[in-house]
């Protein structure tokens, strides 16, 4: 897993390596610099490009690009480096590096305000300006300095974080670098994850700055980002005498009128997931629907006096059936009605087994939050932002501009692991760790998929995995089942049914260690 930092953070480590490692600040500059010119030699080698502008500002940003200037100069690149600050602003590890450029003879050329002047051409632009430190609009020079930036036909490599980002949200202002390449330093900055910050980044290298791991360990905020190898190592196995009740089983209580798809993607999910048998809770009067379209789920048919939902009176006949159970999933396409919202409650009350509530299971639950604080069993919640909105009484725009916080938040306060369906989606846990997960694509926003997640991962519950291990598991899958079908088929007219079937191919892909799509 990658450690993901906000720019405090960061500056924390680098002092620490520093100050308590004894690291002076110009070896750190100087992998870094060093860093940044192989991934800029690779960048040029592609198109047998020759010709460098480096855009530099006055701090640690703008030392790490004089470093690279001076590599590149040495390696017999044609080299322009424009220094976008009064020469008094350039202090410390920057101001040497920027000496040893003027001692080499290179000339430095200051723009204060002019850039659209700027008649250069260049096989590369590299943007070393401002780098983490960036909250708000840009002033000038450097919003006249993005403007002529992105308005040339050029390569851009981003030095740590494109300048115009915000390190610690993706937010942006008017004026952005939109980046090629970025080369971010030692660890990953949070806001090369989000939108829409991340869709400036282009390709994310991380460089090896040789900060000792030990400071990554001491100084680690607990959020990391879900790599496939973590997936791998978590994944259950089937022994070779396994059969279906050993292999896990579940109850899925899903769907009304009208909503009886939601109920058919967790049901067959769970399957693809691995999960021995599912079972589905159905209304009466729907059941001729799921026994027609679900072949290798069972399906239990329950009174509803041809309402097509969930009564309270089914409360008795549910519980039997779902104390059977290795895992049970609540909420997809239940709807608000009163005597579901009573049955739910019913069975929060009186359930302990494994269970992943979604969907309309949180919106009734959102005025007994309490239930949730207080189910005994494990639980894994799978809110959308809109859904966590209802839950905690934040506005959905607050969550968006502060999803790690949140929930990191709910998931202490309930004692629950929360998934924050998204993109990229969120896993917090109780203990205050937050998960992010790496795969999945635009082409994922569309009904149904959601329901889909909610039975993977409670498939995965259903075979042993703690709640924590199966939504981690089960974000990634999920996200890598549509990025499978994004490779055949595009984003546009992705549909729920493309991610389930892809699923097989996805756990497959992962248990031979085969992440690539």
Known sequence: MKTIVTSTQMAQMDAFSIEEMQIPGLVLMENAGRGTVDIAKAL???????????????????????????????????????????REKIKGDALVNFLILENMGHPLHFIKESFFSLDEKAD??????????????????????VEWINAQKTLVLAVDIPTGVNADNGAVGNHVIKADATATMALH?????????????????????????????KLSPKIWQIEGLDVQRLLPNHPADAHKNKCGTVAVLAGSKGFTGAAMLTS????????????????????????????EVITW??????LGYFKESNFHNIKEKAVQQNAMA????????????????NLMNNLQLPLVLDADGLNLCASKINLIKNYPGEMVLTPHPGELSRLTGYKTVEILNNKIDIVKECAKNWNKVLVLKGGPSLIGCPDGRVFINSSGNAGMATAGSGDVLTGIITGFMAQGLSAEHAAIS??????????????????????????????????HKIQKGDFEI
């Open 301 to 306: 048919s329950l009174e509803d006096d041809g």
């Open 474 to 507: 089960g974000v990634f899958i999920h996200g890598m089942s549509g990025d499978i079908v994004k490779k055949e088929i595009g984003t546009m007219g992705m549909v729920a049914s493309n991610i389930l079937n892809a699923l097989p191919l996805a756990i």
């Open 330 to 345: 609540i909420g997809p396409g239940i709807g608000t009605q009163d005597e579901t919202a009573r049955l739910l409650f």
């Open 268 to 295: 067959q999910a769970v399957l693809k997931s691995g999960a021995g048998l599912c079972y589905l809770a159905s209304p009466d009067s729907l059941d001729i629907i799921y026994e027609s379209k679900l072949t």
């Open 44 to 86: 040029l080698s592609k198109i047998n490009g020759t010709k460098v502008v480096i855009f530099c500002g006055p701090g640690n940003n703008g030392g790490d690009g004089y470093v690279v200037a001076r590599h590149l100069l040495n390696a017999g690149f044609d080299v322009k480096t424009i220094v976008l600050a009064n």
């Open 124 to 145: 590369l632009i590299i943007d070393a300006m401002l780098g983490t430190g960036v909250k708000g609009e840009l002033s000038s020079p450097y919003d006249k300095a």
């Open 189 to 217: 900055k949070r806001g090369l994850l989000f939108s829409p910050g991340r869709e400036y980044a282009g390709d994310i290298s991380i460089v090896d700055i040789s900060m000792p791991k030990i400071v990554e360990d």
